[in-house]
């Protein structure tokens, strides 16, 4: 069974546009995070909710907006796509939001903005 | 500004042989993690090590840290196909709190990219 759920894993659409992409954990934890990973790797941390709680709140233009409806559920709207979007989103859980807990990672959504 | 920074960025080996990957860091830490990446697959996690600790051991796996370098290292020894990956480490700075409980905010390197040749 898989951990940590992200659907799509690719998405393609044109800039301007809106678009959502699903996160669920199966592990019982607490605390979910979104981060980005730009073309050379490097990994950012976005947001992170702790039992449906915003707890983490990075500079984020206002058009990507996190949604926890449950603490077993993250997801990420984006709204008015643009160029500098494309990147690949990891979803990612921990038990608590303590920095000695192994965070566990989806496979990720590659969006790509034409 | 990036709080961890790998080197090498890439290290091609042969099966067989012992890797070593770096990382440095810029302020006080709690933990230390190591990750890593197969292409296309999200983060796995590897190992902690807390600030209070010196070295661990996890299979073929050895993490040093050096606090007073702010630098931490992960050994593989006898490597094969399948360790093949990007390796990233990732710091906990004790400072990032919100409210009375923590963040569980991790910051990532930006990695280094394994190529173990069979």
């Known amino acids: 069974d898989t951990a940590v759920s992200q659907t799509p894993k690719y998405l393609v659409t044109q800039m301007g546009n809106d678009k959502s992409i699903k996160c669920e954990q199966n592990?019982?934890?607490?605390?979910m995070y979104w981060y980005k990973q730009d073309s050379k790797k490097f990994l950012k941390i976005m947001f992170s909710?702790?039992?449906?709680?915003?707890?983490i709140n990075e500079t984020v233009p206002n058009r990507f907006s996190p949604k926890s409806p449950d603490k077993a559920h993250l997801n990420l709207h984006i709204n008015s796509l643009e160029l500098g979007d494309s990147a690949v989103y990891f979803c990612?859980?921990?038990?608590?939001?303590?920095?000695?807990?192994?965070?566990?990672f989806g496979d990720g959504t590659r969006l790509s903005i034409l | 500004s990036q709080q961890g920074e790998e080197d090498p960025q890439a290290l091609s080996i042969q099966e067989g042989e012992n890797a070593t990957m770096n990382c440095s860091y810029k302020t006080s830490i709690n933990n230390l993690q190591w990750y890593r990446q197969n292409s296309g697959r999200g983060l796995v996690h590897l190992i902690l090590i807390r600030s209070n600790e010196r070295e661990k051991h996890s299979g073929r796996l050895r993490v040093t840290l050096d606090t007073s370098k702010k630098s931490s290292s992960l050994l593989i020894t006898a490597s094969r196909a399948a360790d093949t990956a990007s390796y990233f480490c990732?710091?906990?700075?004790?400072?990032?709190?919100?409210?009375?409980?923590?963040?569980?905010?991790?910051?990532f390197g930006q990695g280094t990219t394994l190529q173990v040749k069979p």
């Open positions: 990612a859980s921990s038990q608590v939001p303590e920095g000695n807990q192994p965070q566990h």
């Open positions: 990732a710091t906990d700075p004790p400072t990032l709190r919100h409210g009375s409980s923590n963040t569980g905010k991790l910051i």
């Open positions: 592990l019982g934890h607490d605390t």
């Open positions: 909710y702790n039992n449906k709680e915003l707890i």
